[in-house]
């Protein structure tokens, strides 16, 4: 089973700056089986980036993913306020179950 | 407007049993997979199970194998989850997701169950 594991735990940041958040598989995975969500308090999670770089409706440009084999990136070029949540990773493996990284949360500095 | 809605959360005891419901709306639902994700008080997501468009495929989490049934009648556009032998560990919200692809692209507000004597 491959296991993801996002970095860092909790990364603190100011409105305006850039955020950088990873996301690595156990063995290298297909980037088309890659996505990520962001969840923000009591709210169900929100279909961000799938493919690992497509942004899925609705989604501003200010959030770009990238990555490929087992190492994968979620970028939000300039911080919100709306933006200081927890995001998730996700993938596509032994189908058709999907797998969950432990999430990063983005919080202000 | 696209929508999925869950329903029949609630407190059971240790042993017990829950059926949840998910209506769906906006979408022709016979035409995706869908699933079935949990988040555990101050967790993360964990993937709970899953069926494909037609019924024809379904698959859990080895967590809630042999525990849970996951079904739907598309003539109602609606997806169920049976839970069986409920642990304390099965406390969680529970999320009905359409699969689009690779991703779960419509997403329902969740429904909580609480396992607890």
């Known amino acids: 089973e491959i296991v993801l594991t996002q970095s860092p735990g909790t990364l603190s940041l100011s409105p305006g700056e850039r955020a950088t958040l990873s996301c690595r598989a156990s063995?290298?995975?297909?980037?088309?089986?890659l996505a990520w969500y962001l969840q923000k308090p009591g709210q169900a999670p929100r279909l961000l980036i799938y493919?690992?770089?497509s942004r899925a409706t609705g989604i501003p440009d200010r959030f770009s993913g990238s990555g490929s084999g087992t190492d994968f990136t979620l970028t939000i070029s300039r911080l919100e306020p709306e933006d200081f949540v927890v995001y998730y990773c996700?993938?596509?493996?032994?189908?058709?179950?999907?797998?969950f990284g432990g999430g990063t949360k983005v919080e202000i500095k | 407007e696209v929508q999925v809605m869950e329903s029949g959360g609630g407190l059971v005891q240790p042993g017990g049993s829950l059926r949840l419901s998910c209506a769906s709306s906006?979408?022709?639902?016979?035409?995706?997979?869908m699933n079935w994700v949990r988040q555990a008080p101050g967790k993360g997501l964990e993937w709970v199970s899953y069926?494909?468009?037609?019924?024809?495929?379904?698959d859990y989490a080895d967590s809630v194998k042999g525990r849970f049934t996951i079904s739907r009648d598309n003539a109602k556009n609606s997806l169920y989850l049976q839970m069986d032998s409920l642990r304390d560990d099965d406390t969680a919200v529970y999320y009905c997701?359409?699969?689009?692809?690779?991703?779960?692209?419509?997403w329902g507000q969740g429904t909580t169950v609480t396992v607890s004597s």
């Open positions: 997701a359409r699969r689009r692809d690779y991703a779960l692209d419509v």
């Open positions: 493919g690992a770089s």
């Open positions: 063995q290298s995975v297909s980037s088309s089986y």
């Open positions: 996700q993938l596509y493996g032994s189908s058709p179950r999907l797998t």
């Open positions: 906006g979408f022709t639902f016979s035409g995706y997979p």
């Open positions: 069926i494909s468009s037609s019924s024809g495929t379904t």
